[in-house]
């Protein structure tokens, strides 16, 4: 798809790296990217560029990293690359004075269905909701985030293995692709919007903090392992143990099966020292798979008991 749009893309993870790809190679007209400025990282605290910089710099885009989006010379700058049209993939809340700038609006690539899951996690906690679909939204912004007119939406079924990593990857392939056919439709006149229904029982997906991740087992099986799903790889579901010594430690909790077990109080802890660690729940218990202990490596199960005695033994 060949596109005369001149286009400003805005987003700074990897998830906005796929859309933009997409949009080269349809050979759609990028004058210019907008990211977060680059931020210290690691040990060194070295400045780190974002995952949209890094491939914008290899594909000669011209890069803007401004710390405030109301800053005047950042908004000139703006104005000098004459966009056509902005498009939006996970950056952050525009003020009006930007996303009003170009023409033919500013659109963004929801990783939900809207309405359902406005926010700033939807992909966790469609997962965590148990939902068994989602998809990607397109859609113009407006004041309000994420109540914009909606220009298109893809489907995809969450599978029961599923997880926030894969899931993700799945949304990315299928937003990046949602992103070009949107631009095809507006440059050839053919938006045909929806307004989103506020008369649906909303689910909302706001940030998650490290306190949310903690593992309630006083919830069904089901629901621990929804909880761990959609928090995986990151931020990660986590919980206390304690070793044949007293000491407690926090296990971040990767994946984990429904297990049989007699009725326990939740949160009981049961293993074998070998092959199985389990924490009763409401209705059962489940049975962790992959965990990590603060400072050490992800590890399956059987390689965390190799060195490590819940004091339940």
Same mark, same amino acid.
């Given at each position: 798809?060949?596109?005369?749009?001149?286009?400003?893309?805005?987003?700074?993870?990897?998830?906005?790296?796929?859309?933009?790809?997409?949009?080269?190679?349809?050979?759609? =007209?990028?004058?210019?990217?907008?990211?977060?400025?680059?931020?210290?990282?690691?040990?060194?605290?070295?400045?780190?560029?974002?995952?949209?910089?890094?491939?914008?710099?290899?594909?000669?885009?011209?890069?803007?990293?401004?710390?405030?989006?109301?800053?005047?010379?950042?908004? !000139?700058?703006?104005? +000098?690359?004459?966009?056509? #049209? !902005?498009?939006?993939?996970?950056?952050?809340?525009?003020?009006?004075?930007?996303?009003?700038?170009?023409?033919?609006?500013?659109?963004?690539?929801?990783?939900?269905?809207?309405?359902?899951?406005?926010?700033?996690?939807?992909? =966790?906690?469609?997962?965590? =909701?148990?939902? %068994?679909?989602?998809?990607?939204?397109?859609?113009?912004?407006?004041?309000?985030?994420?109540?914009? +007119?909606?220009?298109?939406?893809?489907?995809?079924?969450? +599978?029961?293995?599923?997880?926030?990593?894969?899931?993700?990857?799945?949304?990315?392939?299928?937003?990046?692709?949602?992103?070009?056919?949107?631009?095809? #439709?507006?440059?050839?006149?053919?938006?045909?919007?929806?307004?989103?229904?506020?008369?649906?029982?909303?689910?909302?997906?706001?940030?998650?903090?490290?306190?949310?991740?903690?593992?309630?087992?006083? !919830?069904?099986?089901?629901?621990?392992? =929804?909880?761990?799903?959609?928090?995986?790889?990151?931020?990660?579901?986590?919980?206390?143990?304690?070793?044949?010594?007293?000491?407690?430690?926090?296990?971040?909790?990767?994946?984990?099966?429904?297990?049989?077990?007699?009725?326990?109080?939740?949160?009981?802890?049961?293993?074998?020292?070998? %092959?199985?660690?389990?924490?009763?729940?409401? +209705?059962?218990?489940?049975?962790?798979?992959?965990?990590?202990?603060?400072?050490?490596?992800?590890?399956?199960? %059987?390689?965390?008991?190799?060195?490590?005695?819940?004091?339940?033994?």
């Amino acid at each position: 798809m060949q596109s005369n749009l001149r286009i400003v893309y805005m987003g700074t993870p990897e998830f906005a790296v796929e859309p933009l790809r997409r949009l080269l190679d349809a050979g759609c =007209n990028v004058v210019g990217v907008v990211t977060m400025p680059d931020k210290p990282q690691g040990r060194g605290y070295k400045l780190q560029p974002s995952a949209v910089k890094q491939f914008a710099v290899e594909r000669g885009l011209p890069v803007l990293q401004p710390e405030k989006l109301k800053d005047e010379g950042f908004l !000139q700058q703006l104005r +000098d690359l004459r966009a056509d #049209l !902005q498009i939006v993939v996970a950056f952050r809340m525009l003020p009006e004075v930007v996303w009003n700038m170009p023409p033919k609006g500013t659109f963004n690539l929801h990783a939900s269905l809207l309405p359902q899951y406005r926010g700033a996690a939807p992909i =966790n906690w469609a997962i965590i =909701n148990g939902e %068994t679909k989602t998809g990607v939204t397109t859609f113009f912004l407006k004041h309000e985030i994420d109540t914009g +007119d909606i220009i298109l939406q893809r489907e995809v079924a969450i +599978d029961g293995n599923d997880d926030a990593g894969s899931l993700h990857d799945k949304l990315m392939e299928l937003g990046a692709q949602a992103v070009v056919d949107t631009v095809g #439709l507006i440059e050839n006149g053919n938006v045909c919007l929806q307004k989103q229904d506020e008369s649906v029982d909303l689910k909302p997906a706001p940030k998650i903090f490290k306190p949310d991740c903690r593992i309630d087992f006083d !919830q069904s099986s089901e629901n621990v392992r =929804n909880f761990v799903r959609g928090l995986s790889p990151y931020p990660a579901a986590f919980t206390e143990i304690e070793d044949e010594k007293g000491n407690v430690h926090t296990l971040k909790v990767f994946s984990c099966e429904i297990a049989n077990a007699d009725a326990a109080t939740p949160g009981t802890l049961s293993s074998d020292g070998k %092959t199985y660690l389990s924490f009763a729940t409401r +209705d059962g218990a489940v049975s962790v798979k992959r965990v990590q202990l603060s400072g050490k490596k992800p590890m399956d199960i %059987t390689d965390f008991l190799r060195g490590f005695r819940p004091k339940c033994l």
